[in-house]
């Protein structure tokens, strides 16, 4: 059974961290490439950060760069997304996605709630 299971969300103040983890099983984790997408009220989904099989190449969301970091622990099928000076306006939905790049595969995660907020 493929899972990708989110995790380290919450509330947090304007300014603070956090470090959200997506455990992936049930397939291939080190072949696939990784995302962390976010959807806050009333938006659309958006792709926030990205990193292939390897962990070699990552990109980021204007908005996020500088601030959030993408990484991945192939032997622990394991990506995080850690992010610091956290503001009112990264609140939102983060879910982890999983691309085959080479084929039509793709997995969504259900989501964990980060909210930003004093």
């Known amino acids: 059974q493929v899972q990708l299971v989110e995790s380290g969300g919450g509330l947090v103040q304007p300014g603070g961290s956090l470090r959200l983890s997506c455990a992936a099983s049930g397939f291939t984790a080190s072949t696939y490439v990784m995302s962390w997408y976010r959807q806050g009220s009333g938006k659309e989904r958006e792709l926030v950060a990205v990193?292939?099989?390897?962990?070699?190449?990552?990109n980021y969301v204007d908005s996020v760069k500088g601030r959030f970091t993408i990484s991945r622990d192939n032997a622990k099928n394991t990506v995080y997304l850690q992010m610091n000076s956290l503001s009112p306006e990264d609140t939102a939905v983060y879910y982890c996605h999983a691309k085959f790049p080479f084929g039509p595969r793709v997995y969504w995660g259900q989501g964990t709630q980060v909210t930003v907020s004093s």
């Open positions: 990193i292939t099989n390897t962990g070699g190449r990552t």
